[in-house]
């Protein structure tokens, strides 16, 4: 697991791009990769309880694709 933390603070091409790849608006902006590159980004809520992070991780690590309403 890598954990990437960016701030905003101060402007970043950078950070902005993620957030227009992410169709996100503002940080934070919560991605699991799942261990299979064949499936599809989980995009997370801004805030995450602990069940649904835990969640995520299962699914990704299985391979399976998330139910966009399961998280």
Known sequence: MVLIKADATKPSEA??????????????????VPADPDQPLIMMPELISPKQALKALEIAAEGRKPKSSSL
């Open 15 to 32: 950070i902005d791009y993620d957030l227009f790849r992410f169709n996100r608006s503002n940080l934070p902006v919560n991605v699991i």
